[in-house]
């Protein structure tokens, strides 16, 4: 015979259902949206099926998904917020499930009809019986025989899933060989107490966000307070029902008890479904909108996260990995605290959280256009970003102006072109905006001529732009006519190396354009001159300040080489907001909605910082940046690396 | 005795005083440099009637002999501190003064050129500013880069003023006419020597500059375009090529000149900044603010603090003399309105 024993109560069902709902509708998600993925990002995800990568992609999963390392190291007490809920959350259903487990295997063991009586007495538990087994091997197993006034049976505990969820609601009593049950629930109390703290944090982050470092938080939608607040429920009603089964029956913790015995058990008893049945509703409530709201992002950064380090990138235009940025979104807001036109400018509209929400609500019109335009791309965010979404790349998709026929507008082009024999020259593109900046390239010329280099100056007369303007403006196909003919321009000349002025052109040409020679910014050349000893200079007793601009630092990486030109022929100063936190000038060309007015309080704010402390001169190695400043102040010379260095060469 | 103070020996300053003085009033005139007449000294020639810059500061200089005014040259009045019943004027070496009344006559600067690097002040020789050009044409010495006789020179109007980027959006006044007169100097001194004028558009607004905006290109030949000057790059024989917009054609220029002469605009002076900033009566772009340009311009809505001259808005000489004869009479009322 065969004893069944099968816990369930009515309560679950609310669970049931947003669990079923929960993961068909991301299933439903996930697939739809990998079926929009790229040639190029299938080939990619195919090549890489069974590679070695998915190992540092796990790994990285438990760091960020898990203990949120990233957002720790910017600032330690959101990161333990973040960390509380989501490892806290993690190991209350990891430590449930393994401890519902446990109990079960001691009690199918203990093969007790006693239990099974009591256990029949107890609401929420199903005992049935399946007749007779005919098989003799069955019953003859010893371990699994008990006799009963009917004769000998056997008992079968099932174990449904949620069981972990709602563990101390069925097993009132863990056998008396479980004897980890009080650990168990010890740990399990800490756990929730874990969590609280993240709640606790979260609440005093909505009334006062800047003692968790956040000078702004984001604003949220409806959908997205609701969800939040059913988040925020489940814990609370979970501490509740198991405080009430506590004090029922005392199988509760140390915490769970301890609020369990405030209670008086007759007029709890009642209650006991009903607090159970609230916690599951939380819980079910919270899983039917969470694909619907920002905490899709909890499974959805972990697939990111592996797409990500097999190696698919965001693409000119939109496909399905890009729905997986826009919906590993949290929302957590980091990157409105940086941005420098909230910051500065008091706007709170456009940051990349909202540009990312628009986009998941799949807004169209002005809204959208507004908020896609405002952009300085100056890449704060993106480096801010604890998920590491391409936010510039987000944006420029959302600028693209679609598939503008250019037949016949460049043609005027290939009369520029002139064919230059550069046979082992350095070829050295000054840029649009080194024109602008005059300083900038007679002192190139000075010091290529000081290193004995031989150069092509290839655009001294003529210049083509690097395409990257109108790339970032959205213009992609007039971009790509315009590297295409740079391209040309080089490959044919036959020049060992491209050295730019401009990191604007810098980045363009580094990462948009495809040439088979090195391509570097003159900070990072000028650095190995006098590494190599090639160009000797002396040192002077200014002190400078530098202002890392955008392109080169947050959009190259480029940090350490224009430090180290500037400390071997100045005394450089450090800021405050330097490196990843430097704060863009203002006059950058991402931004074509800002006034001039606007563009010069950003930059004022920048200026502020690099003369913070009393300085001799401020340094930038970008001719946008040397412009901005120098309209701004008449009290400090303005001056960009190669100028510098060119001031201080020893002939 | 009512005493006044008087902050700057510009054609302003000195021409309060002389009234003040002859009204009774004790006046001191603190002047930062050595000698009075800084800026006026740098010119050739004023427009419109091309008079000699010297004989006008001979003149000023002269009036400053009146009876009742001493000259503090060299000292540079760093804060001015109102104390109750008079002022307290405080000088870069600490040594204090004090007057009844003050008038702030602090002056003017011209934009520092090198801010607009586009446009290669500094770095080509060829490019240079209208001061520079006042000294050539005051020497008779006009020369390229090479120190040859030039045969183009091209001016470019509105450098620092009416430009947003470098943060002044209002017109300096005076270039427009500066450049006018500047052109026809030019041609004076070098018949064979072509000179065109870049502009965004001229205004002719005083006495007789219409006419000299006439002959310049009547009698002298002189070329109007209007269009801005993007970006400027020297030539291999020190000449300077030019990236512009003919914007009444329509059409890109390029065109290769041996000077390009900046008309650079009237900024507040150092001096007026500080001291404006130190008592609280600093406008937009750091001039001196009055009370309403209609009827009290002198005055900075301070008691016995008067102002006067280009440190409040850029001005030409007459304008600045005018202004502070009418200081003079306000501050006259003033110190005769004080209790005994």
Redesign the interface.
């Known amino acids: 015979m065969k004893i069944h024993a099968y816990p369930y109560n009515d309560f679950v069902i609310p669970f049931l259902i947003g669990t079923i709902l929960l993961f068909g509708i991301i299933i439903y998600k996930y697939i739809r949206w990998i079926k929009k993925f790229s040639d190029e990002q299938r080939k990619i995800i195919r090549s890489n099926w069974y590679s070695w990568k998915i190992f540092p992609a796990i790994w990285e999963m438990f760091r960020e998904g898990l203990l949120h390392v990233r957002i720790l190291k910017k600032n330690l007490l959101l990161g333990i917020m973040h960390q509380a809920y989501a490892l806290g959350w993690f190991l209350l259903i990891l430590v449930g499930a393994i401890e519902s487990r446990d109990a079960f295997y001691t009690l199918q063991h203990e093969q007790s009809i006693e239990t099974v009586r009591e256990l029949e007495s107890q609401n929420g538990w199903y005992i049935y019986n399946t007749g007779e087994n005919k098989d003799p091997e069955y019953l003859n197993q010893r371990r699994y025989r008990v006799e009963t006034d009917e004769g000998i049976a056997r008992i079968h505990y099932h174990r449904p899933f949620y069981v972990g969820i709602f563990y101390r609601y069925f097993v009132h009593k863990a056998p008396a060989s479980f004897r980890q049950h009080q650990a168990y629930s010890n740990l399990m109390d800490a756990l929730l107490l874990y969590v609280f703290l993240g709640l606790t944090m979260a609440i005093i982050k909505i009334f006062w966000s800047k003692i968790l470092g956040m000078r702004r938080t984001t604003k949220h939608t409806i959908i997205d307070r609701f969800s939040k607040f059913s988040l925020w429920m489940i814990f609370p009603m979970r501490l509740l029902a198991e405080s009430v089964t506590a004090c029922l029956y005392g199988n509760g913790g140390f915490f769970t008890q301890a609020v369990g015995n405030l209670f008086d058990p007759m007029i709890v008893r009642g209650m006991e479904t009903s607090v159970w049945m609230l916690y599951s509703l939380m819980l079910g409530v919270f899983f039917v909108t969470m694909p619907f709201t920002r905490y899709m992002h909890i499974f959805t950064e972990l697939l990111l996260i592996y797409f990500r380090k097999i190696g698919v990138r965001e693409e000119t235009g939109k496909t399905g990995y890009t729905l997986f940025e826009l919906n590993a979104c949290s929302r957590c807001g980091v990157c409105i605290s940086g941005c420098p036109i909230d910051r500065v400018l008091e706007n709170h509209e456009i940051q990349s959280v909202y540009l990312i929400r628009s986009l998941r609500n799949q807004e169209r019109g002005s809204r959208l256009k507004m908020i896609a335009d405002n952009c300085l791309m100056c890449d704060r965010c993106t480096v801010d970003c604890p998920v590491g979404i391409d936010l510039s790349a987000l944006r420029r998709q959302t600028r693209a102006k679609g598939a503008i026929d250019t037949t016949g507008n460049y043609t005027y082009l290939s009369k520029r072109q002139t064919p230059f024999n550069a046979i082992g020259r350095v070829a050295y593109f000054g840029g649009c905006m080194s024109h602008l900046a005059p300083g900038i390239t007679e002192s190139m010329e000075r010091i290529f001529t000081a290193a004995g280099q031989k150069y092509w100056y290839m655009d001294k007369l003529g210049t083509i732009c690097c395409g990257r303007p109108l790339q970032q403006q959205g213009f992609t196909n007039q971009a790509a006519e315009l590297r295409q003919k740079n391209t040309d321009l080089i490959q044919k000349s036959g020049a060992t190396m491209l050295v730019t002025s401009c990191p604007i052109c810098y980045q363009s040409f580094k990462k948009e354009y495809n040439l088979n020679i090195p391509v570097v910014h003159h900070t990072e050349y000028i650095d190995m001159l006098i590494k190599q000893g090639r160009l000797k200079v002396r040192h002077d007793d200014r002190k400078v300040s530098y202002h890392d601009p955008c392109e080169l630092g947050r959009g190259c990486g480029i940090y350490e080489e224009p430090r180290q030109v500037l400390s071997a022929v100045t005394n450089l100063q450090k800021t405050r907001y330097q490196r990843e936190k430097s704060v863009c000038c203002g006059f950058n060309l991402g931004d074509t909605k800002l006034s001039i007015e606007e563009q010069t309080k950003i930059r004022n704010a920048s200026l502020a910082n690099l003369t913070s402390k009393p300085v001799d001169a401020i340094a930038t190695a970008c001719p946008m940046c040397k412009k901005a400043f120098q309209h701004a102040t008449n009290d400090y010379p303005v001056r960009d690396i190669a100028e510098i260095v060119a001031e201080n060469l020893i002939d | 005795m009512r005493k006044v103070a008087i902050i700057g020996a510009g054609p302003a300053g000195i021409e309060a005083a002389s009234v003040l003085a002859k009204y009774g009033v004790q006046v001191t005139l603190f002047e930062k440099s050595e000698t009075p007449l800084k800026n006026i000294q740098d010119k050739a020639f004023l427009f419109p009637n091309f008079q000699a810059a010297q004989e006008i500061a001979d003149d000023l200089s002269g009036k400053l002999l009146t009876d009742g005014i001493t000259s503090a040259f060299g000292i540079d009045i760093a804060d001015i501190k109102w104390q109750g019943t008079e002022w307290k004027l405080i000088d870069a070496k600490g040594q204090t003064y004090v007057a009844d009344a003050v008038l702030v006559a602090t002056g003017y600067q011209v934009f ?1 050129a ?5 446009l ?1 002040y500094g ?2 020789k060829g490019v240079i500013t209208s001061l520079d050009m006042e000294q050539m044409i005051k020497h008779g010495k006009i020369t390229n880069a090479n120190g040859d006789e030039p045969k183009r020179i091209t001016f470019l109007q509105c450098v620092g003023s009416r430009d ?4 002044n959006n209002y017109c300096s006044k005076i270039c427009c006419v500066t450049a006018v007169k500047q052109a026809i100097e030019i041609r004076k001194q070098l018949p064979k020597c072509e000179a065109s004028v870049f502009y965004m558009d001229l205004r002719m607004w005083g006495q007789g500059f219409e006419e000299m905006y006439r002959m310049a290109q009547e009698k002298y030949g002189i070329s109007f375009v209007r269009g801005r000057i ?4 020297a030539t291999f024989d020190g000449r300077v090529q030019l990236k512009s917009e003919d914007t009444l054609m329509g059409l890109p220029l390029k065109m290769t000149t041996d000077l390009l002469v900046l008309m650079v605009g009237m900024e507040a002076s150092c001096g007026t900044k500080a001291l404006g900033q130190a008592c609280g009566i600093n406008g937009e772009y750091g001039f001196i603010k009055t009370v309403t340009p209609h009827l009290y311009d002198n005055d900075t809505g301070k008691p016995g603090l008067f102002a006067a001259g280009t440190c409040k808005r850029p001005m030409s000489i007459w304008d600045s003399v005018n202004d502070a004869r009418a200081a003079a009479i306000a501050i006259k009322d003033y110190v005769d309105s004080l209790p005994q």
């Open positions: 520092d090198h801010r607009k690097e586009e290669g770095i080509y947003e980027k470098s943060g993007s970006e400027a790059a």
